[in-house]
């Protein structure tokens, strides 16, 4: 009897001891798990603040060019109320001032926006290629886990079956030298 108590005492011990494994590691794929989520989490913020920046750079694009196409407007109204003369010097000089403007403002917007371009294309790669390999850890986590969970069971059946051989291997002994 006092036997069997302490054989069942030793396997309620080594499944509480094999339970805690399986639970810890539990808790770090679940850790895992989190540490992904965020990550992507960060990556989709990344990407919106890129989307923001690229829209606050065509809305400045939009206003530049507003703004120069005022300037003209009102530069064309004050030489026209100066002279009006089509092929005069002042026509010329208003044309290639227009030019200049064009230049200057297609050189410091494309750039610009050819950068955030590049950018967001390449953060659109960044993010999928993350979520298909947090998506392919999930699952290899997953098989694993199933995995651990079937050695588990199997650990705690085999020391059963290992303490029970113990204690027919006593009963046995204690029959012969009694």
Same mark, same amino acid.
């Given at each position: 009897?006092v ?17 805690a494994w399986?639970s810890?590691?539990?808790a ?25 920046? !690229?829209? @606050?750079? +065509? ?7 507003? #703004?120069?196409?005022?300037? *003209? &407007?009102?530069? =064309? ?30 050189s ?7 950068m ?5 294309k ?15 850890? !999930?699952? @290899?986590? +997953? ?7 079937? #050695?588990t069971?199997?650990? *705690? &059946?085999?020391? =059963?079956?290992?303490?029970?051989s113990?204690?027919?291997?006593q ?5 012969i030298?009694?």
């Amino acid at each position: 009897m006092v036997a069997r108590k302490a054989e069942k005492d030793s396997n309620q011990a080594l499944d509480a001891l094999w339970d805690a494994w399986y639970s810890n590691v539990k808790a770090l794929y679940s850790l895992q798990d989190e540490y992904a989520d965020h990550s992507l989490e960060v990556l989709k913020r990344q990407k919106e603040w890129l989307e923001k920046t !690229k829209e @606050n750079i +065509e809305k400045l694009e939009n206003e530049m060019s507003s #703004l120069s196409n005022e300037w *003209k &407007k009102n530069l =064309k109204s004050s030489v026209e109320h100066i002279g009006n003369q089509e092929n005069s010097p002042i026509s010329e000089w208003l044309s290639k001032l227009e030019e200049v403007n064009q230049q200057l403002l297609s050189s410091a917007q494309s750039p610009m926006k050819n950068m955030f371009e590049v950018l967001l294309k390449s953060q659109n790669q960044v993010e999928s290629a993350y979520e298909e390999f947090v998506k392919q850890q !999930k699952k @290899n986590r +997953e098989e694993m886990l199933k995995a651990v969970e079937g #050695l588990t069971e199997q650990q *705690k &059946k085999q020391q =059963k079956a290992f303490l029970a051989s113990l204690d027919t291997y006593q009963s046995f002994t204690a029959k012969i030298f009694n």
